[in-house]
């Protein structure tokens, strides 16, 4: 069985500051596949990675990084210089099908609110 | 905004009714997804739908049920209603037999009282 855990449940960080959202998984399977979404409090889920098994390098986009360490089943999220536009809900998921994007087991999510 | 639309938004319910969500998947989307929300976690996997098949289903009981229309919109229903069916429920979808990405639609509120 795939499980997800993500220990922050809310985090507060003044504007401007740099955060980190944990992220640890659990799986037997060799290929699987990992995610972050966003949800604001509009409701709906807003894809910000794909990540397969086979794949541990770092990757940036813009302010957001993600650290995928195998040796630790982590796959972290960090948003440098935070800004109001980032306070949401974040979760980490993880698929092991076949194609990467069915099944997706999810955590509990993290609250994020970025103080102006 | 992903082009996934869910109807309705809102919807409360008595314990033992039936209810129906719709969903229509973004333009070129051949596979739909249901999830549950609860209140303060995440979304747990209901079922997949593709070409109008199911195509995998998770831990729920045979009261869920779904549709897969030949347009590739989706209906979840639920039947006998229970307490804890109170939710979010989210569909999504994802184009070419579901390699790509998940789009996600707002979601229905459903409560059950």
């Known amino acids: 069985a795939q499980k997800v855990t993500q220990a922050q449940t809310e985090i507060s960080v003044v504007e401007k500051e740099d955060v980190t959202l944990d992220c640890v998984y659990e799986?037997?399977?060799?290929?699987?596949?990992l995610f972050w979404y966003k949800q604001p409090p509009s409701g709906e889920l807003v894809f910000l990675i794909r990540?397969?098994?086979?794949?541990?390098q770092n990757e940036i986009s813009g302010r957001y990084s993600w650290n995928f360490q195998k040796s630790t089943s982590s796959f972290n999220f960090t948003i440098t210089a935070s800004q109001v536009v980032d306070s949401a809900v974040y979760f980490c998921?993880?698929?092991?099908?076949?194609?990467?994007?069915?099944?997706?087991?999810f955590g509990t999510g993290t609250r994020l609110t970025i103080i102006p | 905004e992903t082009g996934v639309t869910q109807s309705p938004t809102h919807l409360i319910k008595t314990r033992g009714q039936q209810v129906t969500l719709r969903c229509s998947s973004q333009?070129?989307?051949?596979?739909v997804s249901w999830y549950q929300q609860a209140l303060g976690q995440g979304p747990q996997f209901i079922f997949q739908?593709?070409?109008?098949?199911?195509?995998g289903r998770g831990n729920f009981p045979p009261r869920f049920s779904g549709l897969q229309f030949p347009n590739y919109s989706s209906e979840l229903n639920v039947n006998a209603l229970e307490l804890d069916d109170s939710a979010l429920y989210l569909c999504?979808?994802?184009?070419?037999?579901?390699?790509?990405?998940?789009?996600f639609g707002s979601g229905t509120q459903l409560s059950v009282l």
């Open positions: 999504a979808s994802s184009p070419a037999g579901g390699r790509e990405k998940l789009f």
């Open positions: 333009s070129g989307h051949n596979t």
């Open positions: 799986t037997r399977d060799t290929t699987y596949y």
């Open positions: 998921a993880l698929s092991v099908s076949n194609f990467g994007n069915e099944k997706l087991t």
């Open positions: 739908y593709y070409r109008e098949e199911e195509n």
């Open positions: 990540r397969n098994s086979f794949d541990e």
